[in-house]
């Protein structure tokens, strides 16, 4: 069955740092699709970025940067020059397809002024 | 463009009391529909999930119940409300498989009393 794991539970950091979220995954599919999520305090989710299994290029918007490395099953997630509106819980997830979806555990972000 | 409605945003029930919260998609048709249950400090549960009219799967077992009167209408709810049925509630929605990622509402606040 896939997993999603999310080892850092909270993470804290001064304004203008950058910060990496990690994220695991497990599969035994090789077609797969990776997700990261922001829920800012408002509560709602935020889709960022969607990862097919069969792109391992970097991708970067704006501050935001994401490095999917299948050797090590990790989809990571950088915040460059990190602002106080950063500050939120961010949610990794993994699809097989089909109904077969899951999320990880979350990192709550918190971006000090 | 899609969008999806979600209501209300914050309730307070009484123990004991029904519930109903309701959640309907916009410009699209025979979408997958999903309601998602997030307890305080915790991460995403997945309740239930429809893939069309009166179709309900039901993930995790508990005195909510899930229905699908219309293509783009979901109802969460319940006779009896719980303390532990506390929680913020989130609707959301994706085309086909999970593999294109869950596009989600604003979320319901619920604190039962």
């Known amino acids: 069955a896939q997993k999603v794991t999310q080892a850092q539970t909270e993470i804290s950091v001064v304004e203008k740092e950058d910060v990496t979220l990690d994220c695991v995954y497990e599969t035994r599919d090789t077609t797969y699709y990776l997700f990261w999520y922001k829920q800012p305090p408002s509560g709602e989710l935020v889709f960022l970025i969607r990862r097919n299994s069969f792109d391992e290029q970097n991708e970067i918007s704006g501050r935001y940067s994401w490095n999917f490395q299948k050797s090590t099953s990790s989809f990571n997630f950088t915040i460059t020059a990190s602002q106080v509106v950063d500050s939120a819980v961010y949610f990794c997830?993994?699809?097989?397809?089909?109904?077969?979806?899951?999320f990880g555990p979350g990192t709550r972000l918190s971006v000090l002024p | 463009s899609q969008t999806i409605h979600q209501w209300p945003a914050t309730l307070v029930q009484p123990v004991g009391s029904p519930l109903s919260l309701e959640c309907t998609v916009e410009g699209t048709s025979n979408p997958n529909l999903y309601w998602y249950r997030q307890a305080a400090g915790r991460g995403l549960q997945l309740l239930f999930y429809?893939?069309?009219?009166?179709?309900i799967s039901s993930e995790v077992p508990q005195n909510l119940s899930a229905s699908r009167p219309q293509d783009r209408q979901f109802i969460l709810s319940s006779k009896k409300l719980l303390l532990s049925d506390s929680g913020f509630y989130l609707c959301?929605?994706?085309?086909?498989?999970?593999?294109?990622?869950?596009?989600f509402g604003s979320g319901t606040r619920l604190t039962v009393v």
């Open positions: 997830a993994l699809s097989e397809g089909g109904q077969n979806f899951v």
């Open positions: 959301a929605w994706t085309w086909g498989d999970s593999e294109l990622g869950y596009t």
């Open positions: 429809s893939v069309g009219i009166g179709q």
